[in-house]
Every structure is written in C-alpha cells, then in structure tokens.
C-alpha cells in the first residue's frame, strides 16, 4: 500500500496560505486512494510556482519550459503510454505562453491529466495579470487595469471537445481529491483547471471570494450534454461550478496510432536479428 | 532510366515557391564515371515554355540540341540548334491525352542518345502498376512515337549511349537521412513541415507502420523538438527536422535538451534568409546559427554531409554520438542537397553502430543508488529510463543537483557545467573524424569546403590538377574541429600558398569558425549567395584566374 510519506518530496517553497498547498494536500491523497507508488506515473511540469510542483512530491519527473509543458508530455505517452502521464502547469504557463499547445492536445486527445493551477495571476514573476485575471484588475504592471477579456478555459475546453474537463477549488481538499481521481482515471486528455487563490499578490480573487460562489455541479447534473455543459461552462462571477463539466467518450489518440495499438513504443525492440535484412529490402525502391 | 542503365547519375532542380507553374527545371547528369555536381554546360534543353529557351538557351553546349514544340512555346526558332517536336500533337494522337507531353519527351530524349526501349518500358510498368494495363499502352505508346520522331528526326543527334551492366542506385539525401534513422532505430520523429526539409519527415512516415515509428507533425516546431525530448527522456530514439525558420523556433527547446541531458537528433536543412528568405533555393548560412543557438553555454556536435552516402552514416553517427554523451546533434543539409539525387553504392548496414546506452527495469532495479545526474568521470551519467524499477528518474531545466532537483548554490552549479560541458568536450573532440583530403599530397593551392560543396569541390579539383598541385580539404563532421591528430589540417593550411575557403554564403561562416578556433585565415574566399548552388566548371574558370 502506497502512503503520504512515500509521496513526500522537497520542502516546498511556496507563500504561506498559498493554495498550493491544498492542492499537493489533494493530489498526494488522491494517488494514495488510487494506490499509485511514485514509480508508477511521470509528472511533466513547466515554469511557474506550479512548475515546481514535482519536486514536492516523489514521482519521475520531467520540469521542462515554460510553457511547453504538453509537448513534452505527448511526446512522453506516445513513448510509453502505459505509464499515466500528469502534466502540471500554471495559468500563464498553460493558458499563455503554451495556448497553442493546449488546443492542439486537445484536438488530438492523447491521455494526459492536465492540472492547471489557476491563480488569475503571475506568481513567480510578481503579480503581473495573467491570461485569466478578471477584466479591469490592477497590477504594477497593468495601471490601468486588466484591458483583455478575460480567458474561459472551460468554455474554451467544451468548444473544443476535449474529452474531460473539470473544475476544482483549492479550498475545498476533499472535493478536489475527488476530481483528481476521476481525471486521473480518465480515458483520454482531461483538462482540470484548479481555482487556487494566491494569498500575496491577487487580492481580488480570494479564498472568501471563492467560497461565496463555488457550488457543486450536483447529481442531477449530466456532463455528457456538450450544450449544457457549455451553457455551464459561462457561469462565471455570482456563481461558479466546480466539479465534472463535460465529458465524452471521444477515442484516444493512442488507440489511433496503429504502431503502438500491441505495445507501447518503448517496448518494440530495436537491433533485432534481422533488422538490418529488413532494411536492406527498403533500398530496393532506389533502384 | 540512366541509373538503371547502369550510368552515375546526378539531378538538381531548381523551383518557385509556388504550388504550379512559375519558372522550374530539372537538370540531369550522367556519365559512365561518379558525378557528383551540376555543371553550367548542358547537351540537350527539353524545353516544355518558352522562359526555358530565353532563360537557357545560353547554357546550351557547342553541340548541343534545343527540343521544343512550337504549339507549346508559342514561337518559332530556326537553326541547327533547334528541334522541333510536335510533343502536343503525338501525346494526343498516341496516348489521347495532352498530360502524355512528358512521356512523349522523354521517348524522344531517349531516342536522342540512342538508348533501347526496353529499360523505360519497364519503368513503365513498375511506376504505372496500379493505373492499369490501358494506361500503361497508352503510355508506351506515346513514348515510342517521341523515340521513333527523334530517331527519324534528330539528324544532327551523335550521341551514342550502350546500357551497360548492373543498375545504380539513385537516392536523395532526404531519404538518405531517414534510412539512416530508421536503421539506428529512431521510434520517434515529429516536425512541422518546412521546405527542404520535409522530405525527411514525408519518407520516414512512409515507413512508420513497416518499422513502428510514432511520426507526429506537430503544431509547430517548439512542440516538435519539446515532443522529441520528451519521447527520448521516456526511453525511445528520437529525431527532428526543419530549416532555419523553424529552427528559430526550436531554439529554446535545444537549450532544453541540453539543460536536461536528453539526447535528440536534429536535422536542419537550410536555405536562404533572412525570414522567409528564397524558400525554394539554396544556401549554407546557418552554420554559425546552429553552432551558437540556445541559451547558456552547452556542448553540440555538428555533421554536414555533402552526399546522400555521407548523410546515411552520420545519421547513424548522430544518434550514436546523442545517446552516447546525451546532447542534441545536428545533421545539416540545404535545398541543393535535400533537391538532389545521387547515384551510389547501395547503403551497407553491417558497418552500423548498434550500441543501446539505456538502462531500464532490471538493470536499473540492479543500481543501488541511482541518480539521473550522477557525476561521474567522464560526465556522462547513466540513462536511466523512467519504468518498473524502484528508481525515479528526474529532470529539470532548471540547474539541478544529482538527483534532478531544483538548485541554486554555486557549488553544484560549477560541478554541473564542468560534468555537463568541460568534461564531455574533449571526449565528443576524439569522437569527429578527420576532415576529408583529395589530389595532389604537397598541393599549392588548397580547397576549403563543407557540406554540400563536397561534389562540386572535388570535381573542381579533378579538373584544374592536370597543371596544378592542387588539393581539397572538406569538412562533414563540422563541430567541434577535429583534432590533427590523424590528418594536420592545420599544417595543410599553413604550408600551401594560396588557402580558399568557398561557401555558399555572405560572409565565409566557416572560415570565421576556423579563425575563432584556430586563429588561422584563409588567403581567399569565394563565396556565393545568389541561392544558387556552385557549378563545377564556373567555380574551376574562377580557382584558375585567383592561382594564375
């Protein structure tokens, strides 16, 4: 059996109250749940507080760019995907610098678990507005306010079709826990975007502020209906839902890929005995 | 045909970048020895416009023909040098449709030059297999209308062509290179597609479902190199390709993979810049780009084949050379080369590096203490692969201790650069193999070349050492220099009194490679960026007038 301890990695060096912490707290319990050994999954991770986020942990790990947290982590699954792959990125990380990274995973449905730790704002940098900071908010850098419309992830998801997509509060451990293990068990790209207040430089997204108008989706909810899940995924200011907000039953991009359909790519051997008759037949068209 | 024929064979093709029409040529080269350039002297123009008479008419040879079609060119031209074909008129009548024009030029070069029948006829049928036998008549058809009008028609033809013995085998570098990966067991190549290029990628996805490949065209190419990375820190061969665009793009993901120790092969055929530049023509000027690009201070190894023979070995050689010391190498090719084809010696296999630098599962399992950026003597650290064992194997690209963490102490810092950069590069040095020597051994005058001027140089050379001592030192495993050790190429510089770097660029790139590592310059460069390749008998005209 899998315990807490065997998931404890470095001292993490996050702000006290960051919501971080509640989402380590979350993940660790989750793999625990899930019975998952750190040997058995890789975390990909980019620049940002959530970059770090393996290093807290025991996993294989990968902490790649800023950014190009996806690409490395396709390129991962398609090697071996076998091993359950979690790519773990920040808003601008993820919503920002990668965009074009997170539409195109999504196009292409390859089973990685995306958690986005979406705290509206640049932590590591300082406190400048990232892709998801409210219309109008003032940072030092944005004097006059956030002028961009703010980025909706989850529409943006169900637009795409992306096979899962959910959403979870910080401040709320056991629900998120919940989540983590129904993306993590997930047959496909799920996209988890993570509320996550940051204590010391987004004052107008706090944890009070979530906890007025987070809700559960609820059991009467079906998150199969791709127009009421987007319908859903609008709700935004007085109300936001947390929970399971759409899903479908899309096929892998690895169940698509005819030379990995047996086995996974890390398995096929190479140097065989007679790899090298079965190339010399490929010269024959040169010829 | 010619290759089948048993001839050496040589082709360039010069395009616009566009989809259809514009000016395009295709030049082909053969001859009972090795050819290995283009020249700007040819025997028969096929002419299928207009624009190919003006723009060529003067390349034609003393005896050499004109074949045109006045309903195509839409004039008229006399003289011994011109022969009309009525191309149009026997596509139609023979093969009952205008797109035959090609086939009915080729029966009426092939009857030119007086070469049987029976040869096309079988090219005939193997590359019209699937159209079926009616197409294939049609075909045939027409091609022996054309080869009988010229045999009737060209009375001035005197050229005289026996098949000879066993058939070539002709083949571009593009495909040269994917061979190349597929044998040293690439599982893995994902790219954006970027004229010249893409024609590594196009072969290699041919082979993917016969050889299981993953190829994976990216969104761009900073996914493309970050996805190549990540399949190779997951344990499989990867590789990819573009050209200096593209590459601009890759560039922080090359820091990447030197940040984290995560052999990838890359593949960058150039073209001239800068931007988008001529997308379609040809130039050597991204070698300083590729040597300097990425962030912070790394070790890098760069191969520049001149021939397709060169690129399938170094393609081995690159991937072996990226797992062994765990850092990115190029192979760097250009649109003259990538649009080329090439007779040669078939691919021989048996000299293949074969040699798996991973550890996984059991062997892993076996280490007691494994960590993925151990110190070690050499600087390289085992591979250790992400699996079944009990070990964790973690990167990162930020500087990092043993284990992959996260660091920031000086300490560490230093033992990672001297482990990572000071200690690998004197062992990659002894890894680069000479560069290649050619004519007279105490020479005058001496040629200086890398890459893609390997053909034309040596030909140059062949022509100008009846009454010179002349030699040619060329360069196809760039970066680092190899050391002297086994040819004193330095020496060679020192002792000869006219020194003459030629390069397909601006500013001599290479010869400012030499000079910063050497501190040794070149009395002469020749350099051409007009996106045009070098043709042997012009490069030689003006190597004759700087000797004297």
Same mark, same amino acid.
């Given at each position: 059996m899998v315990s807490l301890d065997d998931l404890k990695g470095k001292i993490p060096a996050w702000c006290p109250g960051c919501g971080n912490y509640s989402i380590l707290r979350a993940f660790r319990e989750a793999m625990v749940e899930l019975d998952m050994s750190p040997q058995d999954f890789i975390v990909v991770s980019g620049i940002g507080q959530a970059g770090k986020f393996p290093h807290y942990i025991r996993c294989h790990t990968f902490n790649g760019l800023h950014g190009r947290t996806l690409p490395v982590a396709t390129g991962i699954r398609l090697a071996n995907h076998k091993m359950p792959v979690i790519a773990i990125a920040g808003d601008g990380d993820c919503y920002g610098e990668g965009g074009n990274h997170l539409i195109h995973a999504i196009r292409r449905n390859i089973g990685i678990k995306l958690f986005v730790h979406d705290n509206?704002?640049? $932590?590591?940098?300082?406190?400048? *507005?990232?892709?998801?900071?409210?219309?109008?908010?003032?940072?030092?850098?944005?004097?006059?306010?956030?002028?961009? $419309?703010?980025?909706?992830?989850? *529409?943006?998801?169900?637009?795409?079709d992306c096979s899962l997509v959910a959403r979870g509060f910080a401040g709320d451990i056991a629900h998120l826990k919940g989540i983590m293990k129904e993306v993590i068990n997930h047959n496909g790209f799920a996209l988890l975007d993570i509320l996550q207040p940051c204590v010391t430089f987004n004052k107008v997204n706090t944890y009070d502020w979530y906890r007025q108008r987070v809700y559960y989706v609820g059991d009467d909810y079906n998150p199969e209906d791709r127009v009421s899940a987007f319908v859903k995924s609008l709700e935004w200011g007085e109300r936001i839902p947390i929970g399971i907000i759409y899903r479908n039953r899309r096929q892998t991009f690895e169940e698509r890929v005819p030379v990995i359909k047996e086995n996974p790519l890390i398995d096929h051997e190479v140097f065989t005995e007679n790899w090298r008759d079965a190339l010399k037949e490929a010269l024959n068209e040169f010829f | 045909m010619f290759s089948r024929s048993g001839y050496h064979v040589f082709t360039h093709q010069e395009y616009e970048s566009r989809i259809r029409g514009g000016h395009n040529f295709y030049q082909i080269r053969f001859s009972d020895r090795p050819v290995t350039s283009s020249k700007s002297i040819i025997d028969i123009i096929v002419a299928l416009d207009n624009d190919s008479i003006t723009l060529h008419g003067e390349e034609l040879s003393d005896d050499g023909i004109i074949v045109y079609d006045r309903a195509m060119v839409k004039n008229e031209?006399?003289?011994?040098?011109?022969?009309?074909?009525?191309?149009?008129?026997?596509?139609?009548?023979?093969?009952?449709?205008?797109?035959?024009v090609n086939t009915v030029a080729i029966g009426v070069v092939l009857g030119m030059l007086g070469l049987e029948m029976d040869i096309f006829f079988n090219i005939i049928e193997d590359t019209l297999k699937k159209k079926g036998s009616e197409i294939i008549k049609l075909n045939k058809d027409a091609f022996s209308a054309g080869y009988r009008f010229a045999v009737q028609g060209c009375l001035r033809c005197a050229f005289s062509v026996a098949p000879r013995e066993k058939s070539r085998m002709l083949i571009g570098i593009n495909e040269a290179i994917g061979i190349g990966a597929i044998a040293s067991g690439c599982k893995f190549y994902s790219a954006y597609p970027m004229t010249p290029s893409t024609g590594i990628m196009l072969y290699i996805s041919g082979k993917a479902k016969e050889y299981g490949i993953v190829v994976e065209q990216a969104e761009d190419e900073i996914a493309a190199i970050n996805m190549a990375i990540g399949a190779s820190y997951a344990g499989v061969r990867a590789m990819t390709g573009t050209?200096?665009?593209?590459?601009?793009?890759?560039?922080?993901?090359?820091?990447?993979?030197?940040?984290?120790?995560?052999?990838?092969?890359?593949a960058l055929a150039q073209r001239p810049g800068p931007a988008t530049g001529l997308p379609t023509k040809t130039e050597q000027a991204d070698l300083l780009f590729a040597l300097h690009a990425g962030h912070g201070e790394f070790p890098r190894v760069i191969y520049a084949p001149g021939s397709p023979d060169q690129a399938f070995y170094l393609t081995n050689k690159a991937f072996d050379i990226s797992q062994r010391y765990q850092i990115?190498?190029?192979?760097?090719?250009?649109?003259?080369?990538?649009?080329?084809?090439?007779?040669?010696e078939p691919f021989d296999f048996n000299d293949f590096i074969h040699r798996d630098y991973r550890i996984r599962d059991?062997?892993?399992e076996d280490i007691e203490d494994y960590k993925r950026h151990a110190f070690t003597e050499?600087?390289?650290?085992?591979?250790?692969?992400?699996?079944?064992?009990?070990?964790?194997?973690?990167?990162?690209?930020?500087?990092h201790d043993e284990e992959g963490h996260i660091i920031e102490d000086p300490e560490t810092r230093i033992q990672m650069v001297e482990k990572r950069l000071f200690k690998k590069i004197p062992l990659i040095k002894e890894d680069m193999s000479s560069p290649e020597f050619y004519g007279d051994d105490k020479p005058d005058t001496v040629l200086i070349g890398w890459g893609s001027t390997w053909g034309v140089l040596k030909e140059v050379v062949d022509m100008l050492s009846k009454n010179k001592r002349i030699a040619l030192i060329h360069f196809q495993e760039v970066f680092p220099?190899?050391?002297?050790?086994?040819?004193?190429?330095?020496?060679?510089?020192?002792?000869?009194?006219?020194?003459i770097c030629i390069e397909n660029n601006a500013t001599s790139q290479f010869s400012r490679l030499i000079k910063a590592e050497t501190g040794l310059g070149f009395t002469h460069h020749i350099r051409?960026?007009?996106?045009?390749?070098?043709?042997?008998?012009?490069?030689?005209?003006?190597?004759d007038g700087i000797i004297g």
């Open positions: 509206h704002i640049y $932590g590591l940098t300082k406190g400048q *507005a990232s892709p998801t900071s409210t219309e109008g908010m003032v940072t030092k850098n944005q004097p006059f306010g956030v002028l961009s $419309g703010r980025l909706n992830p989850i *529409a943006l998801a169900v637009a795409l | 031209y006399t003289g011994d040098r011109f022969l009309h074909t009525p191309l149009l008129e026997i596509a139609e009548t023979h093969g009952r449709d205008r797109i035959m050209s200096g665009g593209g590459f601009a793009l890759m560039v922080e993901g090359l820091s990447l993979a030197a940040m984290t120790e995560t052999p990838v092969v890359i990115p190498v190029f192979i760097l090719t250009d649109q003259y080369l990538s649009d080329s084809q090439w007779t040669g059991k062997s892993l050499n600087g390289v650290s085992p591979f250790g692969i992400p699996g079944t064992s009990k070990h964790l194997i973690i990167t990162d690209s930020d500087e220099l190899p050391n002297t050790g086994k040819l004193d190429y330095l020496g060679i510089f020192k002792d000869a009194k006219i020194t051409r960026f007009d996106g045009r390749p070098f043709f042997a008998d012009l490069l030689a005209r003006r190597i």
